[in-house]
């Protein structure tokens, strides 16, 4: 009596390696390609918008807020125009907008520069109970309420903080809360840069912005 032959392994185990396989190569190349987006300063990521003429502005502004007595205008891009400004990103309901706001509060008390902010996605009267908590820091703030201008600049998500040239050219993007040492060591040197550029004959710009 022969031997009886032995029985095929089970494809199943191999059918489903091969199941798997594209999805553990997709999750590897996700993971090297966020963890290299983010890795070391995030401040530093570049964006594509660096150098070019900021995206349109066409935003109301923010019902029933005011400042030293008078309605705190929107945002349009004729605002971007005639001098440097910084634009920062911000909502209510973001925890690190809270963390960087005694920051952008100190920011707005120097001079040569124009501080403004974009709120996203937020309900207005938090947004004003925001700011009226903690201070409003800007000159003008325009309301993003779907997103839409948010994505045209470019946001990965709140908060950031943009500097525009005079010509009304992004130059810079500071992605993240801002903090003592990103505030000092990054985004001051580069309203700094911003506001020696392209001066008016006869002006010299005002170190630190102070």
């Known amino acids: 009596m022969s031997a009886p032959e032995p029985s ?16 553990v190569l997709f999750l590897a190349l996700a993971g090297l390609f966020y963890g290299r987006l983010f890795s070391g300063d995030p401040s530093r990521v ?14 109301a502004p923010l019902e029933g807020l005011s400042r030293d007595g008078a309605p705190v205008p929107g945002l349009t891009s004729a605002d971007l125009k005639g001098e440097v400004t910084v634009l920062n990103v911000f909502a ?13 509060v100190q920011l707005s008390q ?31 703030v325009g309301v993003d309420p779907n997103g839409r201008t948010a994505i045209d600049w470019g946001v990965y998500g709140v908060p950031e903080t ?15 809360p801002i903090d003592a040492e990103g505030l000092k ?14 001066l008016p004959a006869g002006t010299t710009p005002t170190p630190g912005g102070s």
């Open 46 to 59: 570049p964006s594509a918008l660096i150098g070019r003429a900021a995206p349109a502005l066409d935003l």
């Open 162 to 176: 943009f500097v525009v040239s005079r010509d009304g050219r992004i130059v810079y993007k500071y992605i993240g």
């Open 8 to 23: 095929p392994e089970p494809a199943a185990p191999r059918r489903r390696l091969l199941v798997l396989l594209p999805l």
């Open 110 to 140: 120097m001079k040569g520069f124009r501080l403004v902010g974009l709120n996203y996605k937020d309900d207005a009267e938090n947004a004003r109970r925001f700011l009226g908590r903690f201070g409003n820091p800007y000159a003008a």
């Open 92 to 104: 209510s309901w973001c925890v690190p907008c809270r963390d960087e706001h005694p920051f952008l």
């Open 185 to 198: 060591a990054r985004l001051i040197p580069e309203i700094d840069k911003a506001m020696a550029a392209n």
